[in-house]
Structure formats: structure tokens, C-alpha cells
């Protein structure tokens, strides 16, 4: 399937891609980067036929927006964010920017009494200040321009300086802030992230909550011994206690498996780190998230169990340091019942097994990744909707999405706006 619209959102995408395209064939365009700035005035450029108002907030938020018939109404928001992590792909954000626009260019023409609006949300990823969805942190009033300068990447310039030189005052970041209720509603269209939509050949996903992560350390200290004069009875190894860990945080998560909870130990530092010592100190990076908050409870409460096994039966001392405990998020259930009638309506069949079905799939899910939305939620009925990603791979240049899926995304998502616009 190729014509004007598919082409046009292909042609998008690509052009974006562009702007910080590395010889790896990925895309490295941080937040508020010259990267990220061109990236932007390209697109502006792009989309000037629409005769969107155009203005930023001040935090460098962007906002376009097609007034409606009645000026008295909240408007319908849309959009994602144009940042990428280091070596990231051309999809991630980026598809939710296009779809916001060609949203509005999909209704055009078509009375609306509410406006329309789509965002470009400023520093959606981590990856230059350590803090993530910096921008719609600062609408919903959950950012600060001195914690956000604490950390970073060491060979840049702190968040204070970037915001500055990106032509804002930090002094005047909480005027960002939006009250609740500022729109009649949110949504964002997104790569899944993952493979499940791929793996039932499924081309869209509902999005019902978002994941958030708790996350923390276990510290085991055991004692540093020669590893060839110290007998195996009298050892405390950190790492052997540490496995055991490792293990228990696993069979945690495995046991909540249907609620959708997931366990990683992503991070191992040994202490000292010598082939010929017994390792004395272990810490352990555990990062635990779902979308239940009784089954993360449930989860961390086994692993607490399992640190007091390990204490009692190898005689070391387990300390848990917690790093975040978010609470997941729950997006508009209205809003994804109105996504599924119009799914229906477009001939699509609900289905979430792996069988193949007679027509175009569609399913209702949950976001194991953080977005935006999550605080969008806060303000205003969200919704969210994942189209496939090759493999499921994302924050990687192999980052790919088939443009027929977006354009299902979008050609759905208009229809459902169309509907609130006029609401
Ligand atoms: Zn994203």
C-alpha cells in the first residue's frame, strides 16, 4: 500500500531521522540540543501549509495549534517528543509527532467546535540530564530546574544552561505548568517497545496503564578472604549470597507473571573484584515495575522474604537502599472505550491470541515503558495507542515500524478526536 498519506508520514520520518543521523545509521538527538532545535524548525517547516499557531512555553515546550468553532472549550492535545536516547532509532516519540499532525491534517476542513493542539514535549528520555518526561513533568508541576541540574552527562553543560541557551528563563519554568482540565483530552500514539503486538501480528494496542518502576539496591557484605587459604565451611561470599539474590528476584516476578509484573537485575558490582578473593561486598541494581500495585507488593515483599533466608542461612548482613518506588499509572478507560468502538467501527477484530484473525487486529494492553502520558494522565483524560516495532527493539538504530501501521494508528486516532472535538 503506498499513496499520498503513507508516503507523506514516510517522508516525515525519514527527514526527521536526519537530524543527528550517526554512522551507525541511528539518530542521536538529545533534548534541547541544536540537533533537537533543527529537527524541530525542519518540521515546522514541513507542516507551515496547515497555519498552526505556533508558540513554546517556558520550558521550550512546543505547542501547534487550529482553533475550533467554539474558543469557549478546552482543546483535544496530541502529540509525543522529538528527542532521542544516544544511538537511539527514528521512531521512538517521533511517530507521535507525525501522527499528531497528520491528525490534524486528516481534519481539515471538517468543522471542530474544540480547537486542536499538538505537543512536542521538550527531554522525553534521560539520556543528557538523568531525569526522563522533563517537559510534561514541568506542565503537570512535577519538575524542578535545580534538581534537574544536579545530574547529566559530565562532558555537557547542566539543564540550568541548556534551558537558557534554548532562549528560557529558568527562573520562570513553573509558568509551564497547566491546570487541570487546560484540554478536553490527551493522546499519543507510540511503538510498542516490546514484541507483543508482532508476535500476535496485532497492528494496534489500546493502552490502559502505564508500568512504573520501583527501584533499589541490595547490598550484601560478606568478608574479603584469600581465595586459596580460606576452606569452603568458613567463607562469606557476597556473590554466592548475591546469586541467591539474583535468583529469588526472578522467581518474584515470575510468580506475579500474570498481573504483568517483570524483574531485572541489570547491574552487578563486585567488591574487590579479584580472581584470587573471596568477593566481600556485592550490590545488586534491581529494577521491579508493573502496572498492579498489590502484585509489585506482593513481588517485593518475596524478595524481602528471601533477603531474611539469606541473612539467617550464609551469615552475611543484606541492606535494601530504595532508589524510586513510582506508582504505576492508569490512563482514561472512557477513552479507550471510545478507541475500541471506532476500531470496531473500522471493521478491526479484537483479538489478543496469537492465532491469525479474519481482518486487521487490535488488543488492549498495558505500557511496560514510561511516556508522557503517564503525566498527562494527571491533568486531563490520556490515552494511548502502540502500533508494532520490528522485534520489539527500540533506543537502537535496528528501530523500525511498518508506516501502514502508523497510518492504521492514525486514521483511528482521528476518528476518536474527531468525535471529543465535537463533544
Ligand atoms: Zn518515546
Known sequence: MSNVETTRIADLLAGL???????????????YSEEDRAAQNWLLDQVKDLNLAVREDAVGNLFLRKEGTDPSLPAVAMGSHLDTVIEGGAYDGMVGVVAALEVVRLLEGKELKRALEVIVFRAEESSRFGFATMGSKFMAGKGDVEQFSTAGRKDDISFKEALTKWGCDPAKYKDAIIQKGAYDSFWEIHIEQGKVLEETNTTLGIVHNIAAPTRFKIIVEGLADHSGATPMGFRKDALVSAAKLILAVEEAATAEKENGTVATVGVVDVEPGSINVVPGQVTLWVDLRGVNETSIATALQSIHDAVKDVVDND???????????DKPVALSEDLAQLLENVCLEHGMVLDDSILPADGVKFMHMNSGAGHDAMHMADLVPTSMLFVPCRGGI?????????????KMGIDIMAEAVFIRANA
Open 17 to 31: 531521522a536526519k537530524f543527528g543521523a550517526t554512522e551507525k545509521g541511528g539518530v542521536t538527538r538529545l533534548g
Open 315 to 325: 551469615k552475611v548482613e543484606v541492606t535494601m537502599q530504595m532508589l524510586t518506588a
Open 394 to 406: 527500540s533506543h537502537n538504530p535496528a528501530e523500525h515500524a511498518e508506516v501502514e501501521d502508523i
